[in-house]
T-cell receptor, first 117, second 116 residues
Framework: GAVVSQHPSRVICKSGTSVKIECRSL??????MFWYRQFPKQSLMLMAT?????????EQGVEKDKFLINHASLTLSTLTVTSAHPEDSSFYIC?????????????FGPGTRLTVT | AQSVTQLGSHVSVSEGALVLLRCNYS??????LFWYVQYPNQGLQLLLK??????LVKGINGFEAEFKKSETSFHLTKPSAHMSDAAEYFC??????????????FGQGTILTVHP
């Protein structure tokens, strides 16, 4: 149980375009989802916390107008990278917290490799 | 505020040897601690977690970790390394309260190489 999927697994887009990444909890409801980015050979950095039905909370230094997060249902959160630039190329990973399970357990998706050309 | 320091960005062991990956944390409130493993181009898989119960925690794949409050450490060990253990390992801390409620803070990661 507690499986999280991401789509797409890889995406290449041109500079200036937008790309949407989906994060789904397949067998549980997730009131809270998290979005991370990971640069090569680096650790995961939390970008934002997404709560179902409310606005996302962004970490300091993350542009909320550039990284649009929508958490419209208890099983789906989306991250849209708007006007992508090559420096946005990264590995984006989402995680989800099981509703009612407590604050400490997060289940991670397999990640999405974004390349902006 | 919370932080995690993993000592050693690369650890190399022989197959069958002891694996020891070091993690020290800093937290203003009692922490929850985790070890995750990441294989290339994949997400994170939870190895084990400490959530204020037993200080010696056993996880999957033969790994275990011991929470030592006096040393603010949560080192990961495995008695005998297997080739399939080669991956990157991340230590993470989360708090049950305070401004960092529920957020995971990761260490920089340790790449484990296992030699035949």
């Amino acid at each position: 149980g507690a499986v999280v999927s991401q789509h797409p697994s890889r995406v290449i887009c041109k500079s200036g375009t937008s790309v949407k990444i989906e994060c789904r909890s397949l067998d549980f409801q997730a009131t809270t989802m998290f979005w991370y980015r990971q640069f090569p050979k680096q650790s995961l950095m939390l970008m934002a916390t997404s709560n179902e039905g409310s606005k996302a909370t962004y970490e300091q230094g993350v542009e909320k107008d550039k990284f649009l997060i929508n958490h419209a249902s208890l099983t789906l959160s989306t991250l849209t990278v708007t006007s992508a630039h090559p420096e946005d190329s990264s590995f984006y990973i989402c995680s989800a917290r099981v509703a009612g399970q407590g604050a400490y357990e997060q289940y991670f998706g397999p990640g999405t490799r974004l390349t902006v050309t | 505020a919370q932080s995690v320091t993993q000592l050693g960005s690369h650890v190399s062991v022989s197959e069958g040897a002891l694996v020891l990956l070091r993690c020290n944390y800093s937290s203003s409130v009692p922490p929850y601690l985790f070890w995750y493993v990441q294989y290339p181009n994949q997400g994170l898989q939870l190895l084990l977690k400490y959530t204020s119960a037993a200080t010696l925690v056993k996880g999957i794949n033969g790994f275990e970790a011991e929470f030592k409050k006096s040393e603010t450490s949560f080192h990961l060990t495995k008695p005998s390394a297997h080739m399939s253990d080669a991956a990157e390992y991340f230590c993470a801390v989360s708090n049950a309260g305070g401004t960092s409620y529920g957020k995971l803070t990761f260490g920089q990661g340790t790449i484990l190489t296992v030699h035949p």
